[in-house]
């Protein structure tokens, strides 16, 4: 049971941490896209992701090894994966935040700019499962099933986090 409690204490310090700088950075990114798209100044809103996004990685990597004990060995075959796995993801989300600033930029959607957004929006989330699936395999050539279960844990609640903020930020579509 003290297993399973210093777990739950390690995992959710580590996102209480992340969390913390997340909220700021989201509601950054809503602001400077809203301000950037005001101004029509796509250049900045790009800036200003890229950014964001730099920081939720480096956040997100703190929060990853925090709370995966690794052992020596293990963490020398798992961080080259884990970074090979985020470039993956980043390429992923790179259409994710492509969305947002679309969005973002068009205060009046028509119907079909809304429907290709809602489905360009689930075929992102589709693409992150599976990536996932892909990289289970892979992770398991150097982790045990539960720490990779573990790592996989982290890594869809730390984006769960990104995903709740970020939508938090965004304006419901009007009918």
């Known amino acids: 049971m003290s297993k ?7 995992i959710l310090s580590g996102v209480c941490f992340w969390a913390s700088g997340t909220f700021f950075a989201q509601n950054t990114l809503a602001q400077a896209a809203q301000t950037a ?8 809103i790009d ?8 920081d939720l ?11 995966m004990k690794l052992t020596d060995v ?15 993801l ?10 947002v600033k679309e969005y973002l930029q068009n205060t009046n959607l028509t119907e079909e700019q809304t429907d290709r957004l809602s ?8 693409s992150v499962l599976q990536l996932r699936l892909r990289y289970i395999p892979i992770f398991r050539k150097v982790l045990s099933a539960k720490t990779t279960a573990m790592f996989f844990q982290l890594d869809r609640r730390v984006q769960m986090m990104i995903d709740l903020q970020l939508a938090s ?7």
């Open 90 to 99: 980043v390429k992923i989300n790179n259409a994710k935040y492509d969305l």
């Open 169 to 175: 930020s965004l304006p419901l579509i009007e009918p």
């Open 57 to 67: 990685r480096s956040n997100k990597k703190q929060v990853i090894a925090a709370n």
């Open 4 to 10: 399973t409690h210093s777990m739950a204490t390690l």
């Open 47 to 54: 800036q200003q992701i890229a950014m964001l996004r730099s």
């Open 74 to 88: 293990e963490a020398e075959k798992f961080w080259p994966l884990y970074e090979q796995y985020t470039a993956d």
């Open 119 to 126: 489905k360009q929006w689930l075929a992102v989330d589709e």
């Open 37 to 44: 798209a005001s101004r029509e100044d796509a250049s900045s």
